[in-house]
């Protein structure tokens, strides 16, 4: 039987998130058929506008279970109460004080909830309806690009040593002051064993698409996530599907999906000296971790996560 879904998230930089889209297109795979409602407002008064507007979607589209990510997206979609919904908390709607106050309002009255992380379940605390079931990431060949291969489509050097940073740096919540300063205590100081004359560079990932990011992760010597707080960030399972070691902080379920990899590294403070001392590890490592695997053996591959998703639909339809 095909499922008629709806997906109600946030379109306020004109497009979906990737994940949110992949995991679409993978649910696309196993039988759905998606329809969207993108919100454009902001706050909780600019999601209670939209209200009207989505009436008149699922009037037109008539879907069988309406999907809403995040707890505002939620909210939202439980405004009405003739077709189920299903909300995925992805973490920002519950690790803040504000947003969690909605997200528990979405938590009461939604079908079925989704949590990415076991760190954000226990803050939220549900009671009834609930998985922890993280976004999984697409696998492609791309992510299985040799190093020197995708340096020279990434116009990069082949000598020097490149750490991505997990976000954009005028993002609050990545947190890039302390990964600057970290990235200049490993350079600075002889302590961290770097070669002489090493060039070290910290790309920023904001303006790739894709494809781009997907070659910056198989030809960097590690990614680096300092974020303040984060679900189950995506960026963490996207490197390791491409090898790609990581650096980071304990932040989110970072050390749950990295922990025993080889290059994988999770700080035990956020001082930048321990940040330094871990990626002066990873610079080191200088191979292709065993990451990719990890996401296969763990179910967080789109094609696994999407077919858990259905299920969903499928007991809150009956």
Known sequence: MIMRVLIVASYNKKRFAPFIQEQAAALQREGCEIDWFGVTGKGISGYISAFPALMRKIAEYKPDVIHAHYGLSGLLANLQRRTPVVTTYHGSDINNKIPRTFSKLSMMLSQWNIFVSAATMKIAHPHRCFSLLPCGVDLNDLQLTDKQQAREQMCLSPDA?????????DNQVKNAPLAKVAVAELTHNDAYALS?????????LKGYNRDEVTLLMCAADALLLTSKTEGSPQVVKEAMACGCPVVSVDVGDVKERTEGIKGCFVAHSRQPQDLALLLGQALAFNG????????????????HVAHCVREIYNKIVK
Do not use: C
């Open 161 to 169: 040593k490149y750490i991505l940073f997990a976000g954009a740096f």
């Open 196 to 204: 002489e004359n090493t060039n070290v560079h910290l790309i920023e």
């Open 288 to 303: 292709k971790t065993d990451g990719r695997s990890r996401i296969i053996s763990g179910g967080l591959d789109n094609k």
